[in-house]
Each structure stands twice: as C-alpha cells, then as structure tokens.
C-alpha cells in the first residue's frame, strides 16, 4: 500500500527537531534505541520530542487527551491494517437507513461481491447497516473492513463484520475518514444523507488539491435512479456555472448507471497504471509494462498543458524509490508538471491505461 499522499508528506522539506537540549536529545536517541525500533527511527524521537514540547507548551488537558487519543486511534487502525496491505480495497459509503430489500442495497451488495469475486478486493465501509451492510454481505466476512464510529445513541456494527478483528471503532470522525481514504484503492458512494456527502465531498476536494493520491470515485445509483443525476446537476448549475470548480474536475469521478459499469471502471483504472509518487517537484508514474514509444509521443502531445518545459520520458526507478523495493522493477514515466489542475492528471491516467504497450 503506497502513501495515500502519494510522497506529498515526504516530497516537503523536513526540519530536524530538537529539545533545546543536546542530553534530552540523546536521552530520547537512547530510549527509541533501546525499544529496538528498526524503522524510520528519527520519525519516533520527533514524536517524542512533540509530546515532551505539548508539556512545556502548558497544552489544556482537553487538547491533550485529544491528541492522545487521535494518535493511539491512528496506530491501532494500521496495526489492524498491516497483515492486508498488499490486498486491493474499495471503500463504500452509503446510507444506514437503506432497507435490505431496497434497490440500493442490492446494488451494493452486487457491488462489492464482484469486487471479491472478478477483482480480488476487499470491502472497507463504515461498519453499520444499510448500504454497508449490504457491501460486507456481498463481500463476505473474511473480505470485510467495518470502521464503525462511537456516536452519543446506541450503535451496533452490522452482522457481517460484528466481533471480527477487522472492526475498528473510532471516537473521532477525522481519523476514521483519514483511514477510509489512506487504506482504500477506490472508493464506491451509493445514494445517503449528510455522511455520504461528507466523504464524498472530501474524498474529491483532496484529490482536487493534490492532498491525496488520485483513484477511481465512482457513483453508483438505483436502476434508473436519479440520486446521482441530480447531485451532477446541482455541481453544473451551482458550482459550475459560477465559477467555483473547473470542467476537469467531473474527470475526478464516474458516475455509472449499472454495477457492472462501476466494477468495469475500477478495473480499467488499473490496467496499465499502478500507482505515483512525488519526488521533489517531478512525478513518477509506475506503469505494469512499458508504452511503445509512438504513446508516449501521444502523451506528450496531448498533455503539453501540464507540462513544465519538458517532456514526458519513459525509464526506470530513479534512486529515491528504492525504498520500495516490491515495485522498484516497473517502467516507470516521468515528468515534472505543474501542480494545478489534478482532474487533468486523472486524464492523464485514463490515456496511459488506453495507450499501446510493448508486446
């Protein structure tokens, strides 16, 4: 599973931390060495160093437990992650009032099974009823995430994921969205209320900004359902027409009027394409086989746009990405392009899926 900021994180520039105190520093050096960390070690005694400057800041109790909290939130979750990451996911979200017998949840439930069965994915949804029930029911137990959410009312996770060690229970919404996004390879929004909207919204706007990698967002409606048609009309006529997002932006999500278009989307997005990273101002781009050198002139013709004075070329892992070495063998295509327009980048992707490759 890559960064789900694509190495936004670690393309920015990293300020080495101190105590003030060069024997605190080596004290906390010590004690990280001492707890046999193997990996990334100086990111712990910045973390250290963090919660000890919380203390002198004088922080307020209720930041403190907030904080506390968030972090043992976030490393439970990747624990419980861990033993999968190296398995596709699709994220659904959807409403918790919709009855079993309801289209949309049938749909779902198709959704998801053929996700498991033709894909290989697993589900992740929200743990409830509903439209998340009805995922984890077509996705099977053993194939099912729930990051169920403790709320002020009485919340019981769905019967699918209910007691499995895959249920993760989250006090706040921020780090549970930062899971759904950060553990998912795609992500499915059948028709709900306030929370669907909610993820949606916020799945699009990061991919919008660059804040998160760029992966298929699809929309999935009712036979005949006019949910999403609606939704597409509210973006064209009051965001749209005034100005407030840009046309390449619909490239960010499909809406699809059947299950099988949906599944049929997800699996085209990762045909040829695998995955980016920043390094610096260039992106990488990992391709599963080398594109003809008639496509990458197509490429460089088609996206001059996003382009910064140079031109797209097709090589190998450039040295920062040997830290990860499972995919260190892939062609890779690179190019330094201007970080503006994202939903362009998603052409992008979709050009290099329908190009020619060698052999």
């Given at each position: 599973?890559?960064?789900f900021?694509?190495?936004?994180?670690s393309?920015?520039?990293?300020?080495?931390?101190?105590t003030?105190?060069?024997?605190?520093?080596?004290l906390?050096?010590q004690?990280?060495?001492?707890?046999?960390?193997t990996k990334?070690?100086?990111l712990i005694?910045?973390?250290?160093i963090?919660?000890?400057k919380l203390?002198r800041?004088?922080?307020?109790?209720?930041?403190?437990?907030?904080?506390?909290?968030?972090?043992k939130?976030?490393?439970?979750?990747?624990?419980?992650?861990?033993?999968?990451?190296?398995i596709h996911?699709?994220v659904?979200?959807?409403s918790a009032?919709?009855?079993?017998?309801?289209p949309e949840?049938?749909?779902?439930e198709?959704?998801?099974?053929?996700?498991?069965?033709?894909?290989g994915?697993?589900?992740i949804?929200?743990?409830?009823?509903g439209?998340?029930?009805?995922?984890q029911r077509?996705?099977?137990?053993?194939?099912s995430?729930?990051?169920?959410?403790?709320?002020p009312?009485e919340?019981?996770?769905n019967?699918?994921?209910?007691?499995?060690?895959?249920l993760?229970n989250?006090n706040?919404?921020?780090?549970?969205?930062?899971?759904?996004?950060k553990?998912?390879?795609?992500?499915?929004?059948?028709?709900?209320?306030?929370?669907?909207m909610?993820?949606?919204?916020?799945?699009?706007t990061?991919?919008?900004?660059?804040?998160?990698?760029?992966i298929p967002?699809?929309m999935?409606?009712?036979?005949?359902?006019t949910?999403w048609?609606t939704?597409?009309?509210f973006?064209e006529?009051?965001?749209?027409r005034l100005?407030?997002?840009s046309?390449?932006?619909?490239?960010?999500?499909?809406?699809c009027n059947?299950?099988?278009?949906a599944?049929?989307?997800i699996a085209?997005f990762?045909?040829?394409?695998?995955?980016?990273r920043?390094?610096?101002?260039k992106?990488?781009?990992?391709?599963r086989?080398?594109l003809?050198?008639n496509?990458?002139?197509?490429?460089n013709?088609?996206f001059?746009d996003?382009?910064?004075?140079?031109?797209i070329?097709?090589?190998?892992?450039?040295?920062?990405?040997?830290?990860?070495?499972?995919?260190v063998?892939m062609?890779?295509l690179?190019?330094t392009?201007?970080?503006?327009?994202?939903?362009?980048f998603?052409?992008l992707i979709d050009?290099?899926n329908?190009?020619e490759?060698?052999g």
């Amino acid at each position: 599973m890559q960064d789900f900021t694509a190495g936004g994180i670690s393309a920015t520039p990293n300020k080495t931390q101190t105590t003030g105190s060069p024997k605190t520093d080596e004290l906390i050096q010590q004690l990280v060495c001492n707890w046999e960390c193997t990996k990334s070690c100086e990111l712990i005694e910045e973390m250290i160093i963090t919660a000890l400057k919380l203390g002198r800041d004088q922080t307020t109790t209720a930041d403190l437990k907030l904080f506390n909290r968030s972090l043992k939130e976030l490393r439970y979750a990747a624990r419980v992650f861990a033993p999968y990451r190296h398995i596709h996911k699709v994220v659904v979200f959807g409403s918790a009032r919709t009855k079993a017998t309801e289209p949309e949840a049938i749909a779902s439930e198709e959704f998801a099974r053929r996700m498991r069965e033709y894909l290989g994915y697993m589900t992740i949804t929200g743990g409830g009823d509903g439209i998340m029930g009805a995922a984890q029911r077509g996705a099977g137990r053993d194939y099912s995430f729930g990051l169920n959410i403790r709320l002020p009312f009485e919340q019981r996770a769905n019967e699918t994921i209910h007691g499995d060690p895959k249920l993760i229970n989250f006090n706040y919404f921020f780090t549970r969205k930062l899971n759904f996004l950060k553990e998912t390879h795609a992500v499915a929004l059948f028709p709900g209320g306030f929370g669907t909207m909610d993820e949606g919204f916020e799945v699009l706007t990061l991919m919008q900004t660059g804040k998160a990698r760029i992966i298929p967002v699809v929309m999935v409606d009712r036979p005949g359902g006019t949910y999403w048609k609606t939704w597409i009309h509210f973006l064209e006529e009051h965001l749209l027409r005034l100005g407030l997002i840009s046309d390449d932006d619909f490239s960010l999500f499909k809406v699809c009027n059947s299950v099988d278009i949906a599944v049929g989307e997800i699996a085209q997005f990762y045909k040829h394409y695998h995955s980016y990273r920043w390094v610096g101002q260039k992106m990488v781009i990992r391709i599963r086989r080398p594109l003809t050198d008639n496509a990458i002139e197509v490429l460089n013709a088609a996206f001059d746009d996003v382009l910064v004075g140079n031109r797209i070329t097709q090589g190998v892992a450039i040295p920062e990405e040997q830290n990860e070495p499972e995919i260190v063998s892939m062609p890779r295509l690179i190019f330094t392009p201007k970080r503006k327009n994202f939903g362009r980048f998603r052409k992008l992707i979709d050009a290099i899926n329908a190009a020619e490759t060698v052999g």
